[in-house]
Structure formats: structure tokens, C-alpha cells
């Protein structure tokens, strides 16, 4: 039996990371305005530690949706694989040469392209898709907070997020 509302327990483990971190800088700077100098340091310590984890958990919660689109994402040992419905696909990151966010799906979609395959096209709110956070960060001159605002604004269009040369169609703009 549960004292939460359904949506208020979605709401907590879509933003878990920053209420951890929230808790553990205010743990360290308990430390820090308690009882004299002697936890000072290690106080401090958990202050930045905490509000790292704040910060990493922010972006994490802006990322993830609900996880009741379509089909499921796998991802392991840098390949991200989708297994939906009517669609799927693999694609190695390393091999991977663009990422595109097209705002004009419903939902969202990412499409993940490489070179001699048919792009992947993933829904945001796919189960398991909050793990293409942590896959993305790997993308070498990939811009987080870049990504983030594009996923949150609102508009119809497609926008390439990363690309790893200047190959996209010039119809594409880069955010």
C-alpha cells in the first residue's frame, strides 16, 4: 500500500538523482554550521558532491519521460538497440554519424544514423529510453544542455543535435 499518488511516485523517481543531491549538500552543510571545525572539510566535501549530483540529476529529469511510448531500448556495450512494434534497429555509437531530434512526430522521436543501415528512429518515451542519456554523453562534442533545450521547446521541425562531420542535408539545421 502506497501513501503517494501514482503521478506524485512518477514525479519522485523522475527527478531522484537531484533530491539525493539536494539531501546530501544539506547533510554536508549541517556538517559545516554544526558543532565546530572538525567536520568542516569533510562537510565541504559533501556540499560539492552534492551539488554535482543535484546538477547531474537536473539534467537527467529534463531528459527523461514517462516510458509508456512504443517498443523498448536496449543498450549495452555501445550499442543501442530498438525493438518496437512495427520498426527496429541497431546502432553502434561509435559508428554512429548523426543524431537528429525531429519535433514533428508525435511523440518526439530520435533518429540515429550510420553509415550502410536504415536510421533507427526512436520514440523519446520509449521504455528503457532514459539510458540514451548516458549513451548520448559519450558522443564526442556532444552539447548536453544544447540537447536538453531542444527536447523541452517546442516547434515542428527537425534538429540535428550531434553529427560527427559536416554531412548533414543542408534542410537540417544544427542546434
Not at 554550521?33 to 556540499?47: C, K, M, R
Amino acid at each position: 500500500m502506497s501513501f503517494l499518488r501514482p503521478e506524485a511516485t512518477a514525479t519522485l523517481m523522475r527527478w531522484r538523482e537531484a533530491l539525493v543531491g539536494a539531501a546530501v549538500a544539506g547533510f554536508g552543510l549541517w556538517w559545516v554550521l554544526g558543532p565546530g571545525l572538525l567536520l568542516t572539510i569533510p562537510g565541504a566535501a559533501l556540499v560539492i558532491a552534492g551539488l554535482g549530483l543535484f546538477w547531474i540529476g537536473v539534467q537527467r529529469g529534463r531528459f527523461r519521460a514517462d516510458g509508456a511510448g512504443l517498443g523498448q531500448v536496449q543498450i549495452d556495450e555501445g550499442q543501442i538497440t530498438y525493438f518496437g512494434p512495427l520498426t527496429g534497429g541497431s546502432v553502434a555509437l561509435r559508428e554512429m554519424v548523426r543524431l537528429t531530434l525531429h519535433k514533428h512526430m508525435r511523440p518526439d522521436h530520435w533518429q540515429l544514423d550510420q553509415p550502410g543501415q536504415a536510421p533507427v528512429l526512436i520514440p523519446v518515451n520509449a521504455l528503457g529510453a532514459d539510458g540514451l542519456f548516458d549513451a548520448f554523453s559519450t558522443l564526442p562534442g556532444l552539447r548536453t544542455e544544447r540537447m536538453l533545450h531542444a527536447l523541452q521547446e517546442r516547434g515542428g521541425q527537425a534538429v540535428v543535435i550531434w553529427e560527427k562531420h559536416a554531412s548533414r542535408p543542408a534542410h537540417l539545421a544544427l542546434h
